[in-house]
């Protein structure tokens, strides 16, 4: 929760005009549930039996009391979040793709102990690895992150309407390069 001060003082030997803080909620609670399953399908006939597979759901019930007894859901805190994986692991290859996705929330409180309205919309993320070993002990990489090039969107939710508040964009990063043990 935020804390602004707007009338000139002094805190720690320091006069200010004004002042902009945080403070904590004075109470919240999370009750959450997570299931995930992951496996090797090493059953599978050749080359098929390198595949690898995974998933986790978490669901999260969260609530924030505010100084006005007001009750949030948890700033911060998604209530649906979702994870998936592809991979292939076999010989000198491992290759893996991630999924993830993470439900809008609540991205701040007012001063006055209101949520006020700013909620981070949905997010989905993807993630793309490869490695290849060339000899034992040396093995070349590639790493691409964000590869669905996803923004930051933060709105206003007023009166059930949305209005943009903030939009950043980070782009795609990439890696790549050699691993060697000796």
Request: no cysteine; net charge negative; charged share 25%.
């Amino acid at each position: 929760m935020d804390l602004d001060v707007e009338d000139p003082g002094e805190f720690n030997g320091l006069t200010y005009e004004e002042l902009s803080s945080f403070i904590n909620l004075p109470e919240g609670e999370v009750f959450g549930v997570e299931v995930g399953y992951q496996q090797a399908l090493d059953y599978l006939p050749a080359p098929w039996d390198g595949v690898i597979v995974g998933a986790n759901y978490t669901y999260a019930d969260s609530e924030a009391t505010l100084e006005d007894g007001t009750t949030i859901p948890l700033p911060g805190q998604s209530e649906h979040i979702f994870n998936a994986m592809l991979g292939y692991d076999k010989g000198r290859w491992d290759l893996r793709a991630a999924y993830s996705f993470k439900g809008e929330n609540i991205d701040d409180v007012d001063t006055d102990g209101i949520s006020d309205g700013r909620i981070i919309l949905d997010q989905s993320f993807l993630d793309l690895s490869a490695k290849f070993e060339v000899k034992d002990g040396l093995k070349i990489y590639a790493d691409l992150k964000n590869v669905l090039d996803t923004p930051i969107e933060i709105v206003d939710r007023e009166n059930g309407f949305d209005l943009l508040n903030q939009y950043e964009e980070y782009g795609f990063t990439a890696q790549a390069g050699v691993i060697w043990k000796f």
